[in-house]
């Protein structure tokens, strides 16, 4: 079995910066593709980054491309997400994503129903 905790989120300013970090916990965690989504109330839960499982390849949906940093320390058993120059269409509850064994692809790593394990989710507000 496989835990996912964000922690990091919080209000801020458009134009600002945040770091969410993911901690993961169990078995095989080194093993484990990862990615963050993010939903708003009313809405589909959506594909923000995602990193395979030796960090060799990241995926970013364009709206925060170029913005959002993903990398992970498999030492730590942590995925980071740095997020700059927020804008307030940033704002949603962002979760961790994680499972084994994910193809490494455009399609399956974007792809929600990939991930078996997900955390509870963190808010991030950002004010015009």
């Known amino acids: 079995q496989v835990q996912v905790v964000e922690s990091g989120g919080g209000l801020v300013q458009a134009g600002g910066s945040l770091r969410l970090s993911c901690a993961a916990s169990?078995?095989?965690?080194?093993?484990?593709?990862m990615g963050w989504f993010r939903q708003v109330p009313g809405k589909e839960r959506d594909f923000v980054a995602a990193?395979?499982?030796?960090?060799?390849?990241?995926y970013y949906a364009d709206s925060v491309k170029g913005r959002f940093t993903i990398s992970r320390d498999s030492t730590e058993n942590r995925m980071y997400l740095q997020m700059n120059n927020l804008k307030p269409e940033d704002t949603a509850v962002y979760y961790c994503a994680a499972d084994l064994y994910i193809p490494d692809s455009r399609i399956t790593m974007r792809n929600l129903t990939q991930y078996q394990y997900w955390g509870q989710g963190t808010q991030v507000t950002v004010s015009s």
């Open positions: 990193i395979t499982w030796n960090g060799g390849s990241t």
């Open positions: 169990g078995r095989t965690t080194a093993s484990l593709a």
